[in-house]
């Protein structure tokens, strides 16, 4: 059986969310205006966290921590995607059948 | 980037639009045009979307959210990170870039807490409505003029990517200005400044996924544009 091009894709997504831990620890361009600007105070956190700065919570290991939160996310995307995309289909499908 | 949580353990860490940079009126027309938008998205998706473009939603927005992570170092100790959209917009069209946009940011904001609720609307706008379009329109553009060659098609990527964030970036800029976070004169230098050298890096990593694209999936480029 031919694999499906998509599972080779998202292996790739897995492998580039695992490269995480060595992304640039800088500041982002609107972080760093902010910053320079003088209004990055104004920032409010958010009033509730769940996986918060992509760090997921009660790892210590900084770095698996991250991995694990890129992981997730880049799962969890693919199926909300995937599942939207599905659900919008789902009518020319049934109208075919 | 969350390194510099450890290195700064009390500060604030923004990466998209956190809550309190914008005014109320700026929150309430951002979250208006970009609920229209998303709807519009929807209704044109539902209408036109294909069972071959369902895998394609969900490894764009995977790969988008997984290159989002990775902040890659610009000039003067900053940082930029991939948007995205143009890639999106490039490969499936404008409306469905707009979903897969809204889907990232929507996630985003709330399992790992980047950007904040309030501001969901002007990040939706900026980089899935604003990003999605100029970069879909500057690619038409850009292959119009030279070619839909894998020359033209590399170039275009590059051209249309940078520009996308530019133009996010500047729809940014006044809507912090409009908000009362900073003059016009000083923050929009500032952030066209700033994301034309990120701009670089969004469009070399476009090219290169293009380039990925043609050399395995060359089909995969021509799905219908929604």
């Known amino acids: 059986m031919k694999t499906k091009w998509w599972l080779i894709a998202l292996l790739v997504c897995l492998a580039v969310a695992s490269l995480s831990p060595l992304a640039s620890s800088s500041p982002d361009g609107l972080e760093r205006v902010a910053e320079d600007k003088g209004f990055i ?15 997921f919570p009660g790892i210590a290991n900084e770095t698996l921590a991250t991995i694990l939160a890129g992981l997730i996310g880049t799962f969890v995307l693919f199926g909300v ?13 049934e109208l075919a059948k | 980037m969350q390194l510099h949580l450890i290195e700064n353990p009390g500060k604030r860490y923004v990466i998209h639009i956190p809550d309190g940079f914008l005014n109320v009126a700026t929150v309430a027309t951002t979250c208006v045009v970009s609920a229209g938008g998303v709807g519009n998205a929807v ?3 539902n209408k036109k979307l294909r069972e071959k ?8 927005a995977a790969f988008i959210f997984a290159a989002q992570m990775l902040n890659f170092p610009i000039a003067g100790g900053t940082s930029g990170h991939l948007i995205g959209a143009a890639l999106a917009a490039i490969l499936l069209g404008p409306w469905a870039a707009v979903l897969i946009m809204s889907c990232v940011l929507i996630a985003q904001c ?6 904040g609720l309030l501001a969901l609307g002007a990040n939706i706008f900026n980089m899935g409505i604003v990003a999605s379009f100029s970069g879909y329109y500057l690619y038409r553009l850009a292959t119009s003029f030279l070619g839909s060659s894998r020359r033209g098609k590399l170039i275009g990527g590059f051209v249309s ?10 729809v940014c800029a006044i809507e912090l200005t409009v908000s009362g976070a900073s003059p016009i004169m000083v923050v929009l230098p500032a952030m066209a400044g700033i994301h034309a050298l990120i701009g670089i890096g969004e469009g070399l990593i ?9 050399a395995t999936r060359a089909d995969l480029l021509e799905l219908q544009k929604i």
Request: aromatic letters at 10%; a neutral charge; proline letters at 3%.
């Open chain 1, 41 to 55: 105070d104004t920032g409010q956190e958010a009033p509730f966290q769940v996986i918060a700065d992509y760090v």
């Open chain 1, 81 to 93: 995607a995937y599942g939207v995309a599905w659900l919008l289909t789902l009518r020319r499908r």
């Open chain 2, 161 to 170: 990517a940078w520009g996308s964030v530019l133009l996010a970036s500047i």
């Open chain 2, 53 to 60: 473009h369902v895998p394609m939603m969900g490894v764009l």
């Open chain 2, 206 to 214: 476009t090219a290169a996924v293009i380039s990925l694209v043609l």
């Open chain 2, 110 to 115: 709330l399992i790992f807490q980047d950007g």
């Open chain 2, 43 to 45: 209704r044109l998706a």
